[in-house]
């Protein structure tokens, strides 16, 4: 069984990011859904992973968030957490945990923290969330905020699109960032806003700020490892960089073996496993069955 290697850096906390952001250094934050992709992210050193509810769209083949359990992200983020050691854990709180009651919710943080392993919980909406936020941080669980454009919201909203784009909503949005600061989230996604929006909520505000298509000026960043790896079908978003095409490797990967097991290129010897030609030839004396003869095995009860 393979090991992690030692911490190359110090383990990240809520203390930590908030020194990143007090010195100024970017924060670096990408989804991960299971142990692969979570080891690979973490020992390529990044700060947060998040388990988000993306996994139903990129991951399960859902329309949207929507439809994603929290049984499905609860298994995500135990998977996630066994491929982590350095980068702090995040787990969406999917639609449908929190919208009914807080009670609810708070259950289903604290399950991701003792059954998954999570170190903190997100959580999407702004003042309306104000009460819960500050619930679940009484209650020891640390909480990251996301505003802006809030996918659980997709049906509300009409569809995708840019948030704060006119002088009312920036303050709303600016307003909501402040209520979830004072209410205790340790840290904000801000997604798709305008970059001007997101340089002035980030310094309106002390806590870091992870933008996901809400300019440079952020705290951090934040994306989908699907998009990034163009693992994805579909049109990409405008904020979206891609630095790999492993859609094509895989494909042409898979392609290449179908190939070679149909033209029994594969197995090669190399690939099999042989006993010696003594062995062999006792084995074919006592079992072997003549060419010209069709083999039957009757079975009894």
């Known amino acids: 069984m393979s090991h992690h290697p030692e911490l190359a850096a110090p383990k990240v906390t809520v203390p930590y990011l908030q020194d990143l952001k007090a010195r100024d250094q970017k924060i670096v934050m990408i989804t991960a859904y299971n142990y692969p992709t979570a080891r690979l992210a973490d020992e390529a050193g990044v700060d947060l992973i998040l388990v988000g509810d993306s996994l139903a769209n990129t991951a399960l083949g859902y329309d949207n968030t929507l439809p994603v359990t929290f049984e499905e992200m609860l298994i995500a983020t135990q998977s996630v957490r066994r491929g982590t050691r350095r980068a702090m854990i995040v787990a969406d709180l999917p639609f449908g945990t929190f919208q009914l009651n807080d009670e609810e919710a708070i259950r289903a943080a604290i399950r991701f923290v003792k059954e998954g392993g999570a170190e903190a919980v997100k959580i999407e909406g702004g003042r309306n969330r104000f009460a819960l936020v500050r619930q679940l941080v009484e209650n020891g669980i640390p909480v990251m ?4 454009l809030t996918p659980q919201s997709v049906l509300q909203m009409g569809g995708y699109k840019v948030q704060g784009k006119s002088l009312s909503a920036a303050r709303r949005l600016l307003d909501d960032a402040l209520s979830l600061e004072t209410a205790g989230a340790f840290a904000l996604v801000l997604e798709v806003i305008p970059t001007t929006l997101g340089r002035l909520v980030s310094e309106k505000i002390t806590i870091p700020t992870i933008g996901i298509g809400a300019g440079v000026h952020t705290d ?76 039957y095995v009757i079975y009894a009860d």
Request: charged share 25%; no cysteine; hydrophobic share 40%.
């Open 145 to 148: 905020g996301h505003i802006g």
């Open 220 to 295: 951090g960043q934040v994306m989908v490892m699907s998009d990034m790896l163009g693992l994805n079908f579909g049109k990409s978003a405008k904020f979206v960089r891609q630095y790999a095409d492993v859609k094509t490797v895989i494909s042409e990967a898979v392609k290449q073996y179908a190939e070679d097991v149909r033209n029994q290129a594969y197995p090669a010897t190399q690939e099999s496993y042989e006993v010696p030609a003594a062995t062999a030839e006792q084995i074919e004396k006592a079992i072997g069955v003549d060419e010209n003869e069709i083999p």
